[in-house]
């Protein structure tokens, strides 16, 4: 069966740092882009940032680019986010998502984790 878990959120002080994982299983975890998506409260899904299948290829949306870094460790079906300098705009549900090519369009996106909650706060 295909899962996709999200976990490493949580609260965390503004200028502070979090690193999210994505651990994928029942699939060909290779074939398959993953990316990133948040949703605040009363705010739509947003795309936060997508890693190729091999790794080699990455993008960010501007509102985080310089500060989070999207990786992959195909060994270990897993995808990490490491967040830094996060500020309360960055408070937000975290998915993560699968499709074979990245897109920022959430629609067109296979596979969904359940999420895990980033908050930025003093």
């Known amino acids: 069966q295909l899962q996709l878990v999200e976990s490493g959120g949580g609260l965390v002080q503004p200028g502070g740092s979090l690193r999210l994982s994505c651990a994928a299983s029942g699939f060909t975890w290779e074939d398959y882009a993953i990316g990133w998506f948040r949703q605040a409260p009363g705010k739509e899904r947003e795309g936060v940032s997508c890693i190729s299948s091999s790794g080699r290829s990455t993008n960010y949306a501007d509102s985080v680019k310089g500060r989070f870094t999207i990786s992959r460790d195909n060994a270990k079906n897993t995808v990490f986010l490491q967040m830094n300098s996060l500020n309360p705009e960055d408070t937000a549900a975290y998915y993560c998502?699968?499709?074979?090519?990245?897109?920022?369009?959430?629609?067109?996106?296979?596979?969904w984790g359940q999420g895990t909650q980033v908050t930025v706060s003093s």
């Open positions: 998502a699968a499709r074979l090519s990245c897109s920022a369009y959430v629609y067109e996106y296979d596979y």
